[in-house]
């Protein structure tokens, strides 16, 4: 196995020589004043009915200024507004390249429900009960997919929340007695969830419960 295999000294030496991302400190999450405008200014655009220019906006404040982690909230705040939590989660990334390793507490909890959103709560875990999975197991499958975004198609033409394969969809929607089933329906987020939850969870019986196994074969496939 794995755990017993000897240590490469030869790959060690390699991976010291690669250089590690050296992120620019964050200075909190408090807008100064120039930071406060910029959003204010954004803010008055929006309320005009002017979305593009709000964003512009705020992309060039946080490109710009220095505090993109504050304008990385807000961008990711209109983005929701509009129905793309997608794209909030891409202004997050974007903007604060390093969340993932900020400690907990040295963001707002605001920051971390953009971050990491639960569109689609109800439904999500309306399948997870029905097929004994963990909610927030099934939402991280879920954000690493396709971001929550209903419309995703990946190059491989898996489609949806859950990114389902066609042929997948067809043949569990026959399993799960889903009528008048189609492609198309896996743009639905209902129908989605149910197929990729159940699939999930067959997986997870095939392989002894081992979510890091089944969630291998749930992205490459099972072979």
């Known amino acids: 196995p794995v755990s017993q295999a000897a240590e490469s000294t030869e790959i060690r030496t390699f991976l010291s020589r690669i250089p590690k991302p050296v992120w620019p400190a964050l200075d909190g999450f408090e807008a100064d004043p ?3 405008r910029r959003i204010n200014r954004s803010r008055l655009l ?4 002017l979305e593009d220019y709000a964003e512009r906006e705020l992309r060039f404040g946080a490109e710009n200024d220095g505090q993109p982690q504050v304008i990385a909230m807000e961008l990711a705040e209109l983005a929701n507004r509009r129905g793309a939590p997608d794209q909030a989660i891409r202004y997050i990334k974007r903007y604060v390249p390093n969340y993932l390793s900020l400690p907990l507490d040295a963001a707002p909890e605001k920051f971390w429900q953009l971050a990491f959103p639960l569109p689609y709560r109800r439904t999500l875990e309306q399948y997870c009960a029905e ?6 197991f099934v939402a991280a499958l879920v954000r690493q997919e396709s971001e929550f975004n209903t419309r995703a198609v990946s190059y491989a033409k898996a489609v949806g929340l859950t990114q389902v394969m066609p042929s997948t969809g067809h043949y569990l929607s026959r399993k799960l007695n889903i009528p008048r089933f189609h492609t198309a329906s896996l743009f639905e987020p209902d129908i989605n969830l149910k197929i990729g ?3 999930i969870r067959a997986l997870l019986d095939g392989l002894q ?7 291998a074969a749930y992205n490459a496939g099972k072979s």
């Open 46 to 49: 929006d309320s005009a009915g």
């Open 209 to 215: 419960g081992s979510e890091e196994a089944a969630l």
């Open 197 to 199: 939850s159940y699939y």
């Open 131 to 136: 097929y004994s999975l963990d909610p927030y």
């Open 34 to 36: 120039a930071t406060t």
